[in-house]
């Protein structure tokens, strides 16, 4: 736990984290409105990596689906996961670093756009349907009604904190307070 006054914010690091080298790819996931872009470009910024907004890369059917309240079944998502996972490649071949959102809200997903490399951390943006709905209604210019919120939370399995590479940050801290902490835990690993 990291207190902050009002800002604090329990980060939770996996066992397989506290073990790997210093990640080069972070993957900020978890339901939507959680806060995974706002969390990536301040990462993006203080760290001065890349971002790729994952919901830019669904193809035009999902975000139809979804703007009409119809939940992604794993077909949908195969292709835009697939779109992910070959950014995170590029990254990988051309020896960079960078961040991506992604709600990776299976640990199948989670597979699937890591490929298995220790260098993919998931940054898990942690919090319960009261926490992230207010914050739904909020947020105007984006596909995602707030009606979804349930069917995320459907999908969600939590990533195991022994045996994938996971960071979870409790959303009830402010989003610059979580990037912040985020940050200054993987500063702490080893290089």
């Known amino acids: 736990m990291c207190d902050n006054g009002r800002n ?18 972070l993957v900020v996931m978890g339901v939507s409105g959680c ?8 990462m993006a910024a203080r760290m001065g990596w890349p971002v790729i907004e994952g919901d830019d890369l669904h193809p035009p059917a999902n975000i139809a689906r979804m703007s009409n ?47 298995g490399h220790d260098a993919v951390c998931f940054v898990y943006l942690k919090g ?4 992230i709905a207010p914050r739904l209604r909020q947020r105007t210019g984006h596909f995602m009604p707030v ?17 994938e590479m996971v960071m979870a940050l409790d959303v009830k801290a402010t989003q610059a307070h979580l990037a912040e902490q985020a940050c200054l835990h993987l500063d702490r690993l080893p290089g």
């Open 69 to 115: 309240g119809i939940p992604l079944t794993d077909a949908d998502r195969a292709p835009w996961l697939d779109r992910i996972a070959a950014e995170i490649q590029a990254w990988h071949e051309q020896g960079q670093c960078g961040i991506v959102t992604c709600s990776s809200l299976r640990r199948a997903y989670r597979e699937r756009i890591s490929n």
């Open 35 to 42: 806060g995974k872009s706002t969390v990536a470009q301040l």
């Open 128 to 131: 319960s349907k009261e926490d």
């Open 147 to 163: 009606g979804m919120l349930d069917s995320q939370f459907a999908t969600l399995e939590e990533p195991d904190m022994h045996h």
């Open 8 to 25: 604090a914010v329990a980060v939770s690091l996996s066992r397989r984290l506290m073990q790997a080298a210093r990640p080069r790819v």
